[in-house]
T-cell receptor
């Protein structure tokens, strides 16, 4: 079984430029999460999807961040425009319908560097 | 608000010795507790979880963790460390039922260094 697939693995952009990350979750996993992991920190939730519905986006900086999960499978996370402080690893994870009892499966992440 | 603390930035242990990575938590209700491991340039991998039942839970790669409600701790342990265990370890907590969805809160991570 393929795991959670993310692309690209690395991205370097200049500030004020747009950037997008893509995630393909494990087949059959209804719940998809985007996390941001700053250097030396644990992951912090940005947004959670149940199928195609964003059910928790309270931590998503909506002035510059957006996400979508069309058809309830793949998801993209976009930043426009990027700021220096957005440099981090962006992790996608998926799980079966989130009743809280299961561990998440994470992708390898996208390391974003904004210069 | 729920929180999790990993008091040690780094733990060093000799290969073959037992290891412990500490975690304490704070939730208003019953906790669901998790441990994840992160190898360099990789995503987090689920190791084990405590939901209910036995206080000692066993997980992947020979790791286990002990839930202690009175001390609000969930320390990760392994009887004999391997060099390949060297990685970042994250403890995570969420509040269990009743109630609806609760997000998972991760600790800041503890770097485990196993010395040959």
């Amino acid at each position: 079984e393929a795991g959670v697939v993310q692309s690209p693995r690395y991205k370097i952009i200049e500030k004020k430029q747009p950037v997008a990350f893509w995630c393909n979750p494990i087949s059959g996993h209804n719940t998809l999460y985007w996390y941001r992991q700053n250097l030396g920190q644990g992951p912090e939730l940005l947004i959670r999807y149940e199928n195609e519905e964003a059910v928790d986006d309270s931590q998503l900086p909506k002035d510059r961040f957006s996400a979508e999960r069309l058809k309830g499978v793949d998801s993209t996370l976009k930043i426009q425009p990027a700021e220096l402080g957005d440099s981090a690893v962006y992790l996608c994870a998926s799980s079966t319908r989130d009743r809280g009892r299961d561990g998440y499966t994470f992708g390898s992440g996208t390391r974003l560097t904004v210069v | 608000a729920q929180s999790v603390a990993q008091p040690e930035d780094q733990v060093n242990v000799a290969e073959g010795n037992p290891l412990t990575v500490k975690c304490t938590y704070s939730v208003s209700g019953n906790p669901y507790l998790f441990w994840y491991v992160q190898y360099p340039n990789r995503g987090l991998q689920f190791l084990l979880k405590y939901i209910t039942g036995d206080n000692l839970v066993k997980g992947s790669y020979g790791f286990e963790a002990e839930f202690n409600k009175s001390q609000t701790s969930f320390h990760l342990k392994k009887p004999s460390a391997l060099v390949s265990d060297s990685a970042l370890y994250f403890c995570a907590v969420r509040e269990g039922p009743p109630g609806g969805y609760q997000k998972v809160t991760f600790g800041i991570g503890t770097k485990l260094q196993v010395i040959p």
